[in-house]
Nanobody, 126 residues
Framework: VQLQASGGGLVQAGGSLRLPCAAS????????IGWFRQAPGKEREAVSCFTSVDGSTYYEDSVKGRFTISSTNAKNTVYLQMNSLKPEDTAVYYCAVVAGRIPLVATMLMQIYDYWGQGTLVTVSS
């Protein structure tokens, strides 16, 4: 499995970006997908996650109502739609995938993911 995240860039506060994560070799029936971010000097954190167990999603509190995780029907691309961006959203964003029936509560844990994309930088100016 290979993941390629893209779509990052420089945007003004209040703007929007959509980050695609293209997956190849992805044939799992059950899986979890996570979008993580790492700001300068901070630890990587889960932003939004999805589990195929029941189709439920997780959003970190600061992005609720602004970010949306979605995927194509073919599961070969996962998106993170980011609206109303704030300077504190500035970070390198990573997508990750793991096979299996993963409960939502576990999808926020970086250590469960087997495959990671290379990261894409999002910079939000004030």
């Amino acid at each position: 499995v290979q993941l390629q995240a893209s779509g990052g860039g420089l945007v003004q506060a209040g703007g929007s970006l959509r980050l695609p994560c293209a997956a190849s070799g992805f044939t799992f029936d059950d899986y979890a997908i996570g979008w993580f971010r790492q700001a300068p000097g901070k630890e990587r954190e889960a932003v939004s996650c999805f589990t195929s167990v029941d189709g439920s999603t997780y959003y970190e509190d600061s992005v609720k109502g602004r970010f949306t995780i979605s995927s194509t029907n073919a599961k070969n691309t996962v998106y993170l739609q980011m609206n109303s961006l704030k300077p504190e959203d500035t970070a390198v964003y990573y997508c990750a995938v793991v096979a299996g029936r993963i409960p939502l509560v576990a999808t926020m844990l970086m250590q469960i993911y087997d495959y990671w994309g290379q990261g894409t930088l999002v910079t939000v100016s004030s």
